[in-house]
Nanobody, 117 residues
């Protein structure tokens, strides 16, 4: 059993910052990658940022230069620092962890990020 607990969402004004956290607990082993996805109303879910076990990262073009993903391996926690937020960043953000020798994907419950103009 794996649990992902997210925190850090909220309501901010355009230009402000938020930091999301996602802590994984339970039967944690062989994490391949951790990442953040988001889904806005009426839109498809999209990958925001991911970090692989070796430390490599990738970002959606829309957040490059503004968001930074990082992880604390000792705490099995992934972070998403979001700066210069825009109204179009408004969405439910969900944490994702891929782990195991036969990769399995696990999801957090989601946290709402709302950016007002």
């Amino acid at each position: 059993q794996v649990q992902l607990v997210e925190s850090g969402g909220g309501l901010v004004q355009a230009g402000e910052s938020l930091r999301l956290s996602c802590a994984a607990s339970g039967s944690i082993f062989s994490i391949n990658a951790m990442g953040w996805y988001r889904q806005a109303p009426g839109k498809q879910r999209e990958l925001v940022a991911a970090i692989r076990s070796g430390g490599g990262t990738n970002y959606a073009d829309s957040v490059k230069g503004r968001f930074t993903i990082s992880r604390d391996n000792a705490k099995n926690t992934v972070y998403l620092q979001m700066n210069s937020l825009k109204p179009e960043d408004t969405a439910v953000y969900r944490c994702n962890v891929v782990m195991g020798y036969v990769p399995q994907s696990y999801w957090g419950q989601g946290t709402q990020v709302t950016v007002s103009s």
